[in-house]
């Protein structure tokens, strides 16, 4: 008879997750599947459920505990002393394969389950000895899978009361180099994205979000979850924003949701999603935790940002969007890591649809969105070009006359540039769908260049070229000066124009023109 060796259980533990927080994610996986029993059983109504994660840096402890159901103490030992053996359905419950609670047997020196069930006076315990497991992983022994297990699990009970009903996981002696377990702000940081929790109130597109779902008839799994009694919450925002020094400041705007079904040909729903449309500034920076279009099973987040870049155009394209893409079909199978879906049809299915959207709306949306912008920059060059000529016609003066025959060209060129620009604006408004995507990126950038005042002041500025006689330059008020004089400050002056910075030439120009008084 066959037997199952020890490694398999070195695999199911230190080796399976790349990041040790995902250890929160299976446990509140665990504990939400069981609120949602709670509450189908009565123990819990709507909205009572809730998940406490407490961290002790000192103690190096971690406490992760449900109000749901419990475990029965006839069940206990089999519920959760069995491996890889669960009573889960696979496309109902958030996990399923009975592996993810050994995943804190990798990160502690004991990991200890405490439960009770409603209405029992008794508490169901079990320890494991997860130091020694790992010290017999490495014995050169051929120890089973069975004979490690047997080694390290405890089972006690205690009493209880009946009233109370809960599931504790609780790992004890952290080990130092996973000490990022112990950092509530980084666990904070892991868990705003990936687990099923309500989003922020400041995200008042929200509504839309929840709006479409029903439509759709399709529920978004939330529950209340805390890290030392402070409530996490997905932190999506209209605000997109960028390091400015030491601050950060507003840059661009979600303006309003974009939503997609992805079906099949017979028309069966297997994900739909919901995008940000903003000006697309530029890729959404990094201190926007939010960036990049996350895929969900069960309003659980899969892998991270970056899972779907692979499905653009470029990759880069995956950084101009806020989103999520939530899995409907139940052939939609979060792989072991749940890091993606398995391999199937449907997951090719999955990806040719999401391909083609990337593909034919999405990578269009900021490219048209950069040719709109630059389309009213070129009228706003035209007017600082025309406003520049006028006042060194007013004020300032002429540095010669090759400077003003120098303005005056460019001025003809950002004209004719401006006029194209509005062509092509005028072409888009006319050819928008009422509505789309892009008519309402447009809008928005639009409404930042105040496209209708910009369009008027870019068609009536007109600019009239003085005679000769009437022509300021710098050199006219240096009256002291004699001609030949002149021509030197002015030479000086074309140099000082050519070689340095326009704001630094203006001021050592005003400079010389003080003392030259």
């Known amino acids: 008879m066959a037997t199952v060796g020890k490694n398999i259980l070195d695999n199911l533990t230190t080796g399976m997750y790349s990041d040790s927080k995902v250890i929160f994610r299976e446990y509140i996986q665990n504990a939400c599947d069981q609120i949602d029993l709670a509450i189908m059983l009565g123990i819990l109504s709507p909205g009572e459920g809730g998940v ?9 402890y971690i406490s992760i505990k449900d109000n749901a159901t419990g475990v029965k103490a006839e069940d206990f030992i089999g519920d959760v002393g069995d491996i890889a053996n669960s009573n889960k359905e696979i496309g109902k419950n958030k996990g399923f394969r009975g592996i993810g609670r050994l995943c804190g047997l990798a990160y502690c020196k004991t ?7 409603l209405g029992e006076n008794v508490k169901s315990i079990m320890t494991c000895d997860a130091q020694k497991m790992r010290t017999m992983l490495v014995e050169n022994k051929k120890y089973t899978l069975d004979e490690i297990w047997d080694a390290i699990i405890t089972y006690s009970t205690d009493k209880e009361n009946p009233e109370e009903h809960y599931f504790e996981v609780e790992m004890l002696e952290i080990n130092k180099e996973n000490t990022d377990l112990l950092n509530e702000k980084k666990v904070r940081e892991y868990l705003i994205f990936v687990i099923p929790v309500l989003y922020r109130n400041p995200f008042i597109l929200r509504s839309h979000i929840y709006t479409y ?20 919450f997905k932190e999506y925002t209209t605000k997109l924003k960028e390091q400015s020094g030491a601050i950060l400041k507003n840059y661009d705007e979600i303006s309003r949701l974009e939503f997609k079904d992805f079906r099949t040909t017979d028309g069966e729903l297997i994900a739909w999603m919901w995008v940000g449309l903003s000006r697309f500034e530029k890729q959404i920076p990094k201190v926007n ?7 969900r099973s069960s309003n659980i987040q899969l892998g991270n940002d970056d899972t779907l870049q692979d499905l653009f155009k470029e990759n880069r394209g995956n950084y101009y969007f806020v989103g999520e893409v939530f899995a409907v079909s139940k052939n939609l199978i979060p792989n072991s890591q749940r890091d993606y879906f398995n391999g199937n049809e449907t997951r090719v299915l999955f990806e040719d649809l999401l391909r083609e959207y990337f593909f034919d709306v999405l990578h269009k949306l900021y490219y048209e969105a950069n040719r709109v912008k ?4 070129r009228q706003q060059e035209y007017l600082e070009k025309v406003s520049e000529y006028k006042k060194k016609e007013k004020e300032q003066g002429f540095v010669n006359e090759e400077e003003r025959q120098q303005l005056q060209f460019d001025i003809d060129k950002a004209k004719k540039n401006a006029e194209e620009a509005r062509k092509r604006l005028d072409k888009l408004e006319t050819g928008d769908i009422t509505d789309s995507p892009l008519s309402e990126v447009r809008k928005s950038i639009g409404r930042k260049y105040g496209a209708e005042k910009l369009k008027k002041e870019a068609e009536q500025i007109t600019i009239t070229i003085e005679d000769d006689k009437k022509k300021t330059y710098v050199t006219s008020g240096m009256s002291k000066l004699s001609r030949s004089e002149r021509k030197i400050v002015s030479k000086i002056l074309s140099i000082v124009t050519e070689i340095a910075p326009k704001d630094i030439a203006e001021q050592i120009i005003e400079k010389i023109k003080e003392e030259m008084r």
């Open 52 to 60: 406490d994660i407490f961290t002790d840096v000192k103690k190096r």
């Open 374 to 377: 630059n389309d009213y920059k």
């Open 213 to 232: 779902a029903k439509k759709l008839g399709y529920k978004i799994d939330e529950y209340c979850v805390r890290v030392n009694g402070f409530q996490i």
């Open 289 to 295: 935790a939010m960036r990049g279009l996350r895929v």
């Open 111 to 117: 990991l200890k389950f405490t439960t009770s069930y």
